[in-house]
């Protein structure tokens, strides 16, 4: 069944967001995250599963009709649009649900903002903390499970090669081939993702992500702010919902996330489901979201 989807602009944080927004005004709030390379619409099939809740989606900076700006892809700024976000709409206290770049600026965002949600759902993200000690110790290979992080440090190429037409074919593939079973993911929301990228600008600041991120990793003031961050625990109920054919994330790795939350982290495997789980297997996904709406 197709959710009727309302989409706003909103000023937040200085700039200009788009948000889509579908379900009852007052249905239970859930604020999305969406991750790398997707936009808003990779919540589209939870919106049409999960009908009894208030959704809300947004753009993140840098992606589809949300602004643009040359800067602030740093998970400072990143966190602060979220915390800006929510209440510019005058949610109260929603569940965060968050996948793949935008799970890591949920666990960032449990750290600073606890008090603003009700619960954190992260999808397919370790904890940022226990991600970058595995990506320096080899833990379980997953330092060569994400090869794209350092080609994304070259400045230009890679937002010039993914918005041509052999680079956008490698982005439907970076979909495609890492679903979990065969046929489950959907092509045609992929199709609509990937084409969203047509000339750099358009993935520039998605790919600024990952730059800002090495960038805090490297520099020894950021490091310590971060870290600084960290120490603070998360204060709400945790689930960590995950595909468990993620070839790019290890799931033993992530399994060691509550060390790093300094909280206990609920842990829900979804056999057979790759990592992108709202595009294969979103009934799965709106069911474990259904089951903390009522906890």
Known sequence: MAASIEHIRIQANGITFHVAV?????APPVFCLHGFPEGWMSWRPV?????EARLYAPDLRGYGETARPSDGYDVFTLTDDIRALIEALGIHRP????????????????????HLIRRLVVVNCPHPKTLVRAVLRFEDFQTIRIPWVPLFQVPWVPEFFLTTALGRKGLKLSFTLREGEKGTMNVAL??????????????RGPINYYREMVRAQLAPGKRARLEAVY????????????GAKDGALSARVAMNSSKDAGC??????????????????????ALEIRRLLSA
């Open 22 to 26: 579908a379900g009852a005004s007052d």
């Open 190 to 203: 992929v199709d609509e993702l990937v084409s969203r990228f047509q000339k750099p600008d358009d993935m």
């Open 47 to 51: 919106m049409e599963a999960l009908g």
């Open 264 to 285: 206990y982290v609920e842990c829900r495997p979804l056999a057979g489901v790759g990592h992108f789980v709202s595009l294969e297997a979103a009934e799965k996904l």
């Open 95 to 114: 569940v965060l649900v968050s996948h793949d770049w935008g799970g890591a600026l949920g666990w960032i965002f449990g750290h600073r903002y606890s």
């Open 231 to 242: 120490r603070t625990p998360i204060a709400v109920p945790v689930t960590l919902v995950w």
